[in-house]
């Protein structure tokens, strides 16, 4: 079953506008973590941000902010003030805090973003 | 270097031959993940290290496949016999703590694999 949903699978954004990726998880455990990697034509994958299960206010990490709302299991990135170089394909992702998941993180399909002058 | 680095950065090899992939992880990393990037798809987790745990390999598709790692350091991810549906860019990812939901993992640039 897909642990990870972003339904997104492509957006277009305006320069300085703000946007939301969407992304939605499936646990079980009580205990988890959820990440956003952002992954540039490049292809290398760069941390952008974390929330975890436990955490009583939403993650911000400069233009970055996590909108964590855990009674619906979403978990959505806005980036605020796009800039050109936001351009790139963004990954949701998740940890959870069982023993026999405790390495792994498992990947939404992930989201194009492309962001026009 | 400062980050995570990967060796080579492409391969291109004949179908039935072997291949080996290399990755170094951030100095004083302990945990070290190998993950799979189809074309247009997200990541599928491989095989996990932790220090001297036995690894996580329930991520590998097949026998073919196998990853070795020397103490905290380097590790190798080794592809025998390999098949078309092999081709993708394989990440490595280390971080710095005994697990856990927090555990940020930062990732290397990838060795792009294809098999003709």
């Known amino acids: 079953a897909q642990k990870i949903t972003q339904t997104q699978p492509g957006m277009f954004v305006q320069e300085k506008e703000a946007v939301t990726l969407d992304c939605t998880y499936d646990?079980?455990?009580?205990?988890?973590?959820l990440f956003w990697y952002k992954q540039p034509s490049s292809g290398e994958m760069i941390f952008l941000i974390y929330q975890g299960s436990y955490d009583q206010q939403n993650a911000t990490e400069g233009r970055y902010s996590l909108n964590f709302q855990k009674a619906r299991k979403s978990a959505n990135l806005v980036i605020s003030a796009s800039q050109l170089g936001d351009s790139a394909m963004y990954f949701c992702?998740?940890?959870?805090?069982?023993?026999?998941?405790?390495?792994?993180?498992?990947f939404g399909a992930g989201t194009q973003v492309v962001v026009t002058p | 270097g400062a980050g995570v680095s990967q060796s080579p950065s492409n391969k291109v090899t004949e179908k039935g031959k072997d291949v080996e992939l290399r990755c170094d992880p951030i100095s004083g990393h302990t945990a070290l993940y190998w993950y799979r990037q189809r074309l247009g798809q997200g990541l599928e987790f491989l095989i996990y290290f932790q220090g001297n745990s036995a690894p996580d390999k329930s991520g590998l598709p097949s026998d073919r496949f196998s990853a070795e790692r020397t103490g905290e350091s380097v590790s190798t991810l080794t592809i025998q016999r390999t098949q078309q549906e092999d081709s993708a860019v394989y990440l490595c990812a280390s971080s710095s703590r005994e697990g856990g939901p927090s555990d940020t993992q930062y990732f290397g640039p990838g060795t792009r694999l294809t098999v003709l």
């Open positions: 992702a998740m940890r959870e805090g069982l023993a026999d998941s405790w390495g792994k993180l498992q």
């Open positions: 646990t079980s455990d009580p205990s988890y973590g």
